[in-house]
């Protein structure tokens, strides 16, 4: 399995400008999470889909954060417009049905705003 | 609302001593517990899991970490650590129903001294 696959791993841009990260769930799972790290604030929790329909956004800071989940294989997570404050790594993560709670995280998706 | 507490920042350990990290989680029933580490610039891994039955659990590269209902707590051991050990560990609860995301702890960062 490729395990759950994450784009960009690193990008740089400026404030202002849109970004959009995105997620590739492991195939089969049906719920996915997109997660943000800072130092400040460790790992927050910032929205979740099951079998593609969001359920929880709370966490989502602003109008500005935007999710998306067109289909059980792909997901993005969109800025816009983007603020130095947004630089923090982005995770992705999926889970079966199972309902074990064990979440399979990608690699992250390192974001610098200037 | 659940939550979970890592009381240690910081950790040092020498090579070869043995560790212990501490996990303290808040929530009214039995959660389910985990241990995920994190190298630098990767994603979380998944080192070991407590759902229920025996409270001392085995994980990967050799951790364990002993469920205590009476001290709420889930802490992470390994008898011997390895300079590859030094890493971020995090550890996170569940409450085992519905679809929704862990709530994470802090995190620890080990430090191994040579």
């Known amino acids: 399995d490729a395990g759950v696959i994450q784009s960009p791993r690193h990008e740089v841009t400026e404030m202002g400008q849109e970004v959009t990260l995105r997620c590739k769930p492991i195939?089969?799972?049906?719920?996915l999470f997109w997660y943000r790290q800072t130092m400040m604030r460790g790992l927050e929790l910032l929205i979740y889909?099951?079998?593609?329909?969001?359920?929880?956004d709370s966490g989502m800071p602003e109008d500005r954060f935007s999710a998306k989940m067109p289909n059980a294989s792909f997901s993005t997570l969109k800025i816009q417009p983007s603020e130095p404050r947004d630089s923090a790594v982005y995770f992705c993560a999926s889970r079966d049905s199972t309902n074990t709670g064990e979440l399979f995280f990608g690699e992250g998706s390192r974001l610098t705003v200037l | 609302a659940q939550s979970v507490t890592q009381p240690d920042i910081h950790i040092t350990v020498s090579e070869g001593a043995s560790l212990e990290l501490r996990c303290n989680y808040s929530y009214g029933a039995t959660p389910y517990l985990f241990w995920y580490v994190q190298s630098p610039g990767q994603g979380l891994q998944l080192l070991l899991k407590?759902?229920?039955?025996?409270?001392l659990v085995q994980g990967i590269k050799g951790f364990e970490a002993e469920f205590k209902r009476s001290q709420s707590s889930f802490n992470l051991r390994k008898p011997s650590v390895h300079w590859s050990d030094a890493a971020e560990y995090f550890c996170?609860?569940?409450?085992?129903?519905?679809?929704?995301?862990?709530?994470f702890g802090k995190g620890t960062h080990l430090i191994i001294q040579p």
């Open positions: 889909f099951n079998n593609n329909v969001p359920i929880d």
């Open positions: 195939s089969g799972h049906n719920s």
């Open positions: 996170a609860s569940h409450s085992g129903g519905g679809a929704d995301g862990l709530t």
């Open positions: 407590y759902f229920s039955g025996d409270t």
